[in-house]
């Protein structure tokens, strides 16, 4: 079946550090690919999403793009800042489907 | 546009006490999905609906879990009785169609003593 595996975390950086949150996924087809993101308390936001190879989603500074080949979707962000602080989860929709299929999560604190 | 809304959005209860749970989707969608989301994991799905009719509950424990959504729009969790390995975080999620894009609800957290 369809699945999701991400960097384990925690990952602890400071503030205006480079961040990669590495997602490789195996599913049959092509799916559409997702990054949800979980703040402390909160349920999960739709952070970007990718529906076909090489797109890039971004948003609030955050990117990943949709590489086929390699069957990643790593994210990404320049600069982080303590208010990114929060569980990602990457995320696959198999074409069709309405099955999503998460990874198990990675924690990132950012320290001042 | 208001999002998907959850209540409560904390519950303790005692082992064998019953809970219910309360969603409200985004205007106009009419997929909604239950999700399980234990520390530390992804959200699992528990339920899906299209409309009013249930369309997949092969992963909620029907011994002890129902649900329902009366009208098509919100919809109600409930759990009786509540086991302690039930104590994690229900999601409630919405899309406009099967294959659209989900957002999530903030969330219960449930905790059973």
């Known amino acids: 079946g369809d699945s999701v595996t991400q960097m384990e975390g925690p990952v602890t950086l400071s503030e205006e550090a480079f961040l990669t949150i590495n997602c490789t996924y195996t599913?049959?087809?092509?799916?559409?690919l997702f990054w949800y993101v979980q703040y402390p308390g909160e349920g999960l936001q739709l952070l970007l999403k990718a529906t076909k190879a090489d797109d890039k989603g971004s948003n609030k500074g955050f990117e990943a793009t949709y590489r086929k080949e390699t069957t990643s979707f790593h994210l990404e962000k320049g600069s982080v800042q303590v208010s990114d602080s929060a569980v990602y989860f990457c995320a696959s929709l198999k074409a069709g489907s309405y099955q999503l299929t998460f990874g198990k999560g990675t924690k990132l604190s950012v320290i001042p | 546009e208001a999002g998907v809304v959850q209540s409560p959005r904390y519950k303790i209860i005692e082992k064998k006490q019953p809970v219910a749970f309360w969603c409200n989707p985004i205007?106009?969608?009419?997929?909604l999905y239950w999700y399980l989301q234990n520390l530390g994991q992804g959200p699992e799905l528990l339920i899906r609906y299209e409309n009013e009719e249930a369309v997949d509950d092969s992963q909620l424990p029907k011994d002890r879990f129902s649900a329902e959504r009366l009208k098509g729009v919100d919809s109600t969790l409930k759990i009786q009785p509540a086991e302690l390995g039930d104590s994690a975080v229900y999601l409630c999620?919405?899309?406009?169609?099967?294959?659209?894009?989900?957002?999530f609800g903030p969330g219960t957290r449930l905790t059973v003593l």
């Open positions: 999620a919405s899309s406009l169609d099967l294959t659209g894009t989900q957002y």
């Open positions: 599913a049959t087809g092509y799916p559409s």
């Open positions: 205007s106009g969608h009419n997929t």
